[in-house]
């Protein structure tokens, strides 16, 4: 990722703050501000690092590119334990066995444990199979950050800690915006871990 500069995560907030096009809610479905949307994200990313608890980041498609970059940048940049499920004779073998609807709960299910986290990114927040998985990570005590767009009554908005929904209905916008967003979190715990190593 490298270094990254204050300016740079300013930039980008400006450039997402088009009114309406992101909405922050959090587990009560209360609207929240972006900024406090994202400290609290990087305050449950920085609590998963510290208790060597891991991130999952689960994804299809696009959204699977964006969860795998995602966790490149968690565990090459920040130290953080990340985790995809996104292996090719993995993910075939438990759809065929069990359904693709199926693969990531039990992926999640397997793997997730109380205080670790998973961050779901679904373009319509209404694939069966992300859903499904943030039932399983719930159960298991995990907690839940979650990336959707289109309809604004998408079922996954309503699931996590905290709901990133980017209010579009075109898979170029949404899926550009969720990157975006991504990487100014991921950006923002950079800022705040070197700020820690200076004291």
Request: charged share 15%; proline share 3%; net charge negative.
């Amino acid at each position: 990722m490298g270094s990254i500069g204050s300016n740079a995560v300013t930039s980008i907030q400006h450039l997402l703050a088009e009114p309406g096009l992101v909405q922050t809610t959090d587990k009560q479905g209360m609207v929240i501000a972006f900024d406090r949307a994202m400290e609290n994200a990087v305050s449950m990313i920085l609590g998963v690092r510290s208790a060597r608890r891991k991130v999952m980041v689960i994804g299809n498609g696009g959204s699977a590119a964006i969860a795998s970059h995602m966790q490149t940048d968690l565990s090459g940049s920040l130290g953080t334990r990340g985790l995809i499920f996104n292996e090719p004779s993995l993910i075939t073998a438990l759809s065929n066995d069990h359904g693709y609807e199926h693969a990531f709960e039990r992926l999640v299910g397997l793997w997730a444990d109380s205080g670790d986290l998973l961050v779901a990114i679904s373009s319509s927040g209404k694939s069966a199979n992300i859903l499904n998985a943030c039932e399983a990570a719930q159960t298991r005590g995990s907690s839940l950050i979650t990336f959707s767009g289109f309809g604004a009554d998408n079922p996954l908005r309503s699931r996590g800690d905290i709901n990133i929904y980017v209010a579009s209905p075109y898979y170029g916008p949404v899926e550009s915006s969720h990157q975006m967003l991504i990487h100014h979190l991921t950006d923002r715990i950079l800022i705040n871990l070197a700020s820690e190593a200076k004291g």
